[in-house]
């Protein structure tokens, strides 16, 4: 079983050879924000708790931030992409505005090379950065995020939520309770 850093824990470094983190790049919902599926209407952006000082304290330290998001409910009519643009413009006023955003509006079995576990997000967004994939940090609640980044030979780090699955935290490499602590191992 994976011990569960708790924010309050002296928290070790991923490992001591890591590279520097650059960026950080968050999945959005379920991480950055409760996850309301398909979600179109910004009065429902909801945070998680500690979200704004995770990425306060990120672009206090020089650090980048960004969003890469899977939103297949475009594909499926599910959402508009207008609706979708709402909901992320309201994130970006409760909790500032990010260097940059990486959205995949396809359908699983349309073989895109962006859809979450596929690198195409991260790596493009690291591109855009200037920053090199082993200097970026993907942090989200499933096993997708997760291998999204480490596909893209980014690190990352899962923050489970009551929905991740057992064996998703089970095989992550590196398992957080919530943002700012994923933030503090970014950091240290
Ligand atoms: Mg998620
Ligand atoms: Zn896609």
């Not at 824990?9 to 968050?26: G, H, K, Q, R, S």
């Not at 910004?42 to 206090?60: E, F, K, M, N, W």
């Not at 992320?88 to 090379?113: K, M, S, T, Y």
Request: hydrophobic letters at 45%; charged letters at 20%.
């Amino acid at each position: 079983m994976r011990l569960l850093l708790l924010a309050t824990e002296i928290t070790t470094p991923v490992t001591t050879t890591d590279p520097a983190c650059e960026a950080v790049l968050f999945d959005r919902d379920g991480t950055l924000v409760v996850d309301v599926p398909y979600n179109g209407d910004p009065a429902l952006v909801q945070p998680v708790p500690t979200a704004a000082i995770a990425l306060q304290t990120l672009r206090h330290n020089g650090i980048r931030v960004g969003v890469v998001t899977n939103q297949s409910g475009v594909a499926t009519g599910l959402l508009s992409t207008r609706a979708m643009a709402m909901v992320n413009d309201r994130i970006e006023q409760l909790l500032g505005a990010f260097d940059v955003w990486r959205i995949c509006v396809h359908d699983e079995g349309q073989g895109c090379p962006c859809r979450k576990p596929a690198p195409g997000m991260v790596v493009d967004a690291a591109y855009e950065l200037g920053i090199p994939p082993r200097r970026v940090v993907v942090v989200g609640d499933i096993g997708r995020d997760v291998h999204a980044g480490l596909n893209a030979g980014a690190r990352a780090i899962l923050v489970p939520t009551q929905r991740t699955r057992r064996t998703e935290i089970d095989s992550a490499p590196v398992v957080a309770a919530d943002l700012l602590t994923a933030v503090r191992m970014v950091l240290r």
